[in-house]
């Protein structure tokens, strides 16, 4: 195998210098990404259209709740993707390929073991998940086949996750949006030929599911070997065996991947404690707090985008020690994201009436949306730090830190929401998630001059 040294090598040069690290180069980078992200709730909202049109309202209720119960779990994962970006990227920077590669295989069999143990483990998934899901017996039955088929497909997932961080490493948005696209295609294809045209219901759609899962596994993995066989050296092994499964190496991928965890548990619970005191306010309320929710969640498509491009270009700085291309990327990307906050943060001002309609024509949830529709946009202007400083710190593999600055933000949070809620009600709920997004920031913060010195040490 003779190694390219045009292409790969030409693209490493690109992403540490300086100079090509415009605003132009990282909107070229980030706009696949943000594609990607949003394609991820066009999936759902299918599915839901094909079983809402041809399904019976068992097997609608059926599509939430495994819906419900697959995103938890393999949110659960999000490592996977985040702690082989970092690694990958720093090899990169390195020009150290056959790490790469290496990386690429030590986060597979990870992924793969994760999935199978969720195929073993299946019985007591489902049965604490349909504990904590109030749904009728029919709902909860369908539910349980839907359970009994997609489960099937967790190491294709997971691997997928693995897959996905590896093309962020290389900085190969472009690919990594024609995987999404090739899943969702093909899912959307398979639903509508299972579920629609053949009228197998939910158990269609799940089928279609992990097919489509299986599928993109295979055509993310042929995608990146034959990028990574262009940079092998001539008469060396794809996987070398030593280099694959080391020790040490393998230590420190479960230490990272174990903080990431920690850090991304401990988001989900900041989230399903708003959810949860929400209700304490009424349904109303709480219909409307989910509404907000889902506007936050759209504008972090676009946030995600610049915080996946200095994933990689921070994990390249290291691996070459270079602080200019860390700096200027860092700088740039992080104006680029505070610009586009503060636009999407405008326009939930100016069309956030608009918005909470085509959600909902409930009058009493659209009045309780509106009267908090400003404190959602504050939210949304802030958060832009919390993203690029996840992105930086993941790209440096500073796990750790991550986590400590996660247990830092939590408690924060829970003490504004303690001094806050009870004296302002709903509007003192979403001030402590304003100060919590700022504290993740601020907590971050605390750690990066040691992280920005790491970059030459």
Not at 71 to 78: E, L, P, Q, R, T
Not at 160 to 179: C, E, W
Not at 247 to 268: E, G, P, Q, W, Y
Not at 374 to 379: G, N, T
């Amino acid at each position: 195998m003779v190694r390219s040294v045009t292409l790969a090598d030409k693209q490493n040069k690109n992403m540490l210098n300086p100079e090509s690290i415009s605003y132009r180069f990282l909107l070229s980078k980030a706009w696949p990404i943000i594609l990607a992200n949003a394609a991820v709730p066009l999936l759902g909202l299918v599915d839901t259209a094909v079983i809402g049109n041809v399904g019976t309202v068992t097997d609608l209720g059926a599509i939430a709740f495994g819906a419900l119960i697959f995103s938890f779990v393999y949110w659960g994962f999000g490592f996977l993707r985040m702690g082989t970006t970092g690694s990958v990227a720093q090899a990169f920077g390195a020009d150290d390929h056959s790490e790469i590669r290496a990386v690429l295989g030590r986060a597979l069999i990870l992924a793969v073991a994760l999935g199978v143990s969720l195929i073993v483990l299946q019985w007591p998934i489902r049965m604490v998940a349909l504990a904590l899901l109030d749904g009728s017996f029919a709902v909860e039955d369908v539910t349980r086949q839907y359970f009994n088929i997609r489960i099937w497909g967790a190491p294709a997932t997971l691997a997928t996750f693995a897959l996905m961080g590896v093309l962020i490493g290389l900085g190969n948005s472009r690919q990594l949006l024609i995987v999404q696209l090739f899943l969702n295609g093909l899912n959307i294809a398979l639903d509508v030929t299972f579920a629609g045209v053949l009228g197998w219901g939910a158990e269609g759609i799940a089928l279609g599911t992990i097919l489509a899962e299986w599928a993109t596994v295979a055509f993310a993995t042929w995608l990146i070997v034959r990028e990574l066989n262009q940079r092998r050296e001539p008469g060396s092994e794809f996987w070398p065996r030593a280099q694959l499964f080391d020790v040490a190496a393998f230590k420190k991928m479960l230490a990272s991947n174990r903080d990431i965890m920690i850090r991304t548990l401990i988001l989900v619970f900041s989230f399903a404690f708003f959810i949860n005191q929400s209700a304490q306010f009424g349904d109303v309320v709480l219909a409307a707090n989910h509404i907000l929710l889902q506007l936050i969640s759209f504008a972090a498509f676009f946030l995600d985008g610049y915080a996946f491009v200095v994933e990689s270009l921070v994990g390249s700085s290291k691996g070459a020690r270079r602080l200019d291309a860390f700096d200027i990327a860092v700088k740039r990307s992080s104006i680029l994201a505070l610009i586009t906050a503060a636009l999407l943060a405008g326009l939930l001002l100016a069309f956030g009436d608009l918005a909470v309609a085509t959600l909902t024509d409930i009058e009493l949830v659209q009045d309780a949306a509106l009267s908090s529709l400003f404190l959602a946009a504050i939210y949304i202007f802030f958060s832009f730090a919390a993203f690029q400083l996840d992105g930086i710190f993941i790209g440096a593999s500073y796990t750790a830190q991550m986590r400590n600055a996660a247990v830092l933000s939590i408690c924060v949070f829970l003490l504004a929401w303690w001094l806050l809620m009870g004296r302002f009600g709903v509007n003192g709920l979403w001030w402590a998630m304003i100060i919590y997004v700022a504290a993740r920031a601020n907590a971050l913060l605390l750690y990066f001059p040691a992280l920005r010195r790491s970059i030459e040490a």
